[in-house]
């Protein structure tokens, strides 16, 4: 149950009411908005070996790891070339070139 002056459950119950959303959604909503930021990125890159890349997933509360796999990234994790993984990956600099440098294809999601 959560606690709050009356006057902003009532501006929360307006703005639930006009948009249709539910009490609980906006008060998420505003949670989220609130810590994403405070938070920092949920991934950071760990390491590089021969065959695959570690990250680790601070959503997760574990490192995941991404094969390279026929010149494409493979998301153990999500079993899926085309993930948050592969893409954090991508959106390295550093990571993207030695990727390029390889030879390695960038998948577009839509193109699997
Ligand atoms: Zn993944």
């Known amino acids: 149950m959560i606690t709050l002056p009356k006057r902003i459950l009532k501006k929360v119950d307006q703005e639930a009411r006009g948009s249709?959303?539910?009490r609980s959604d906006i008060?998420?909503?505003?949670?989220?908005?609130?810590?994403?930021?405070k938070l920092g990125p949920?991934?950071?890159?760990?390491?590089v070996f021969e065959d695959h890349v570690?990250?680790?997933?601070?959503?997760?509360?574990r490192s995941v790891d991404v094969q390279i796999r026929n010149g494409h990234l493979y998301c153990?994790?999500?079993k899926t070339e085309v993930c948050?993984?592969?893409q954090f990956l991508?959106?390295?600099?550093?990571?993207?070139e030695e990727l390029r440098k390889h030879g390695f294809k960038e998948r577009v999601e839509g193109k699997r």
């Open 90 to 96: 991508w959106e390295l600099p550093k990571v993207a």
């Open 20 to 22: 249709g959303q539910a």
């Open 27 to 37: 008060l998420e909503r505003v949670v989220y908005e609130y810590y994403k930021d």
């Open 42 to 47: 949920a991934l950071s890159h760990v390491n």
């Open 54 to 61: 570690t990250l680790q997933d601070e959503e997760l509360d």
């Open 76 to 78: 153990w994790e999500d």
């Open 84 to 86: 948050e993984h592969t």
